[in-house]
């Protein structure tokens, strides 16, 4: 009994220990991989190590190896450049930092002049329409073009490994906040959305990258982030909590309507969904009328592992700034089976049915609608949910992630 016991209490630490990033191990192998080699780094603020420090203070002034630039992406290396604002070149202790979310977001033959090896080492949300994926994709083209070799120091998907939801993206309707093909939410790490891109020969022209993943040590498919022992370090100024990227996984795609609020400008950016005037008896009424599996108790709506709590809130900046808003705190289960951006999609169609004129005002010229055509990776979804053509938005998700997770299966490293 005292050796099972003790079998038991192994097996339990090392299943809770703190996970170990791909940063970690390399540290503690003092660089071996990149040993003698002029490196670039493509990393931002999140590029942290398991406690917490910059790994850009690991890499400079190293005798085994030369950095000699730092990549950044969107938002810039301190993650706190707003959405869409170009990023410009800067320094950061004496190194080059290169913007490819400026003039360029594929970096040049010129950038690359005299670089043996870029390592990535960045911190992504697990959601396809954000763009440090896209970044990756670009250095890894860029990479596979001038035969540069690539490391790749893996971090966990913050939504963990199991839950993946949504459709991919149409052929020909490839963009940069829908590069590559996957599902909207992929339960991928990093390391693992790089073996997929290489393996599935998504690169231009068939190439292939040269890459090696650094895996982490103490990660399983199951853990979200909460499970990881790690500290969360925004990502971007809408992204400064784990909360924010489970209400993204949701309400991002709603967001890029621009008709109602989903908290951005409050102190829960992607955790409240409503309007000054928002109807709530009347879309409860349409949910429940629309999908009669969502489970509504008084204040309370679960739907696909979504919670919806009836709320108000006041926005500071951005959409109905300085206004009180009714609707709902959006908070979520964090079951491993759960559909986040189908829940998304049904509170979008509620939405619809209880405000018909907000949709009629929508042209498919409007920036509005070309959005969420990029983000969702395709014209099907809208042009299904203007002709009320519910059930072919749900086969479509259904029968793309199912495609997609056996296409994944030979790509997973853990």
Sequence with gaps: MTKLLLILIIVSFSVYSKTKLGIDIIIENNFEKIKNKNVALLTNHSGRTGDGKANINYFLNRKNFVLKKVLVPEHGYYSSIPAGEHVENEKIDGVDLISLYGKERRPSKEILNGIDLVVIDIQDIGVRSYTYISTVYNVLDACSEYNIEVIILDRPNPL?????????????????????????????????????????????????????????????????????????????????????????????????????SIGIGTTLPFQYLGSPKFNKELFKSKLIKLFPDVVIDNDYINIDGIELIDSRFFPYYGMYSNKYCEGYLIKYSGKNDMKPYSAGIKLLIALKEMMPKEFENYHNSSKSVQMFKKVTGTDEIWNYLINKQYNKIFDKIENERYNFILKRNKYLLY
């Excluded at 909207?184 to 890459?211: A, F, M, Q, V």
């Excluded at 784990?242 to 890029?256: F, P, R």
Aim: hydrophobic share 40%; aromatic share 10%.
């Design 160 to 260: 963990g490994g199991y839950i993946v939801d949504g459709n991919s993206v149409d052929e020909g309707k490839e963009n940069f906040v829908s590069l590559i093909p996957i599902s909207y939410i992929h339960g991928l790490t990093i390391g693992e959305i790089c073996l997929y891109i290489n393996g599935e020969s998504l690169l231009p022209k068939g190439r292939k990258c040269k890459l090696e993943v650094i895996k982490m040590e103490n990660w399983q498919r199951w853990m979200n982030w909460d499970d990881t022992g790690l500290n969360w370090f925004p990502t971007s100024p809408h992204i400064p909590t784990v909360e924010a990227i489970k209400g993204n996984t949701a309400l991002g795609v709603i967001g890029e309507l621009g008709f109602i």
